[in-house]
């Protein structure tokens, strides 16, 4: 018998069977929609970690308080503390005997207060950071100023407002010259920012930014950071001020008590990190498509009972065994095709709509389907016929022509 012809008789018994087929397909269909939308999910939560990373620049090298292992996470992350990382160690890095190529720099430290102005309070998240803050984040002021550099030198009770919290605590009235009170000490409101949008790595809308050594020794009395970020003057000096960044905070430290990170090396760790929850997502998703395919090799264990006397009188006027084997084969692999493009078709649809709410959300993320990930679909859909139809085939194969025609 002719491929052609097998495909037109299983075409027939799977159009003969509309409801048995469908619930066949289901957890084949369920299966394949699931790993085609944990993949394009998965990549475009991956792109929208690294579209954040590369809007702050690629010109930034951050240092980061503690030793920690290049390939893996700060140690901040893992919940260790090092106070030896301070504002000196920055000026340090912004001499050019030390470091050539870096044009500016930011020291942040970081806490927690309620902001009160009148009769409305709300708990806020302050960064207090030095003047070059302004250029580092790329800050656009909505009012007002951002704070100077002898207001940071000076320990002044100056705040800039993040869009959010401007909104929120002065709603339509205007903040700047406003006097507030973080944790009951007076400040004065000298600007507040553009909204920035929202961010899985930061939240500058509803942050305040006030003037470093207020932060430390008025609301935390520390004298260490927590990072510091530095602008080089081009790209292709990222390696060499990295070394450089090393050598000086070494000689000043003593020891490796620090972490240099480029936005290159931030990129390849949030790759592999995100790459290896969603293969691990697509394995546990596989499982559905381990049990979609028992419930077609089910189906059609029932399918070659309920044939078994067609068989016996196909035997009978001289179809072979490879013939009968062919034709259930065929008739398997085909209903799992069907089902890959209909989970694959589900799953195309319903991860474009989770990019589109998540873009009107206002993230940055990309719908991402690639063509090799719908071929795999396909592969796999194709596969699992072939593989769980090989048990009913061989069996009707097997089927003797005289007790199949008996057969009641």
Known sequence: MRISTSASVALKNITSHKRRTFFTMLGLIIGIMSVVLVMSVGAGAQSLITNQLKQR?????????????????????????????????????L??????????????????????????????TFRGSSYGYEDIENVIMAGGRFFTAEEDESMARSMVLGSEIAQDIFGNQNPVGQSVKLNNKLFKVVGFMEPKGSSMIDSPDT???IPLKTAQRDLLGVHHVSFLRLRVDDEKNIVQ????????????????????????????????????????????????????GVGIMNIMLIAVREKTREIGLRKAVGARNGDIMRQFLVETMAI????????????V?????????VQRLGYDYSFVVTPFSLFV??????????IFGLAPARIASKLNP????RYE
């Open 57 to 93: 620049g690629t010109d930034l090298i951050a240092v980061l308080a503690g030793a920690s292992d290049p390939k893996g996470p700060p140690a901040q992350v893992l919940g260790i503390v090092n106070t030896t990382l301070t504002y000196e160690d920055g000026q340090a890095l």
């Open 207 to 209: 942050t305040i930014v």
């Open 241 to 292: 001020t990295v070394d450089e960044i090393t050598q000086t905070l070494r000689e000043r430290h003593g020891d490796d008590d620090f972490s240099v990170r480029t936005l290159q090396e931030a990129l390849q760790i949030l790759t592999t990190v995100t790459n290896v929850i969603k293969f691990f997502l697509v394995a546990v998703a596989g499982i559905s498509l381990f049990v979609g």
């Open 377 to 386: 679909a396909c592969f796999v859909s194709l596969f699992i016929g072939f």
């Open 95 to 124: 001499n050019k005997n030390n470091v050539r190529h870096v044009t500016q720099f930011a020291a942040y430290i970081s806490g927690s207060g309620t902001l009160s102005w009148k009769n409305n309070e709300r708990v806020v």
């Open 336 to 347: 799992s095709f069907v089902a890959g493009v209909i989970g694959i078709a589900l799953g």
């Open 349 to 357: 649809v319903i991860s474009y709509l989770i990019a589109l709410i």
């Open 402 to 405: 005289m007790e199949a025609l």
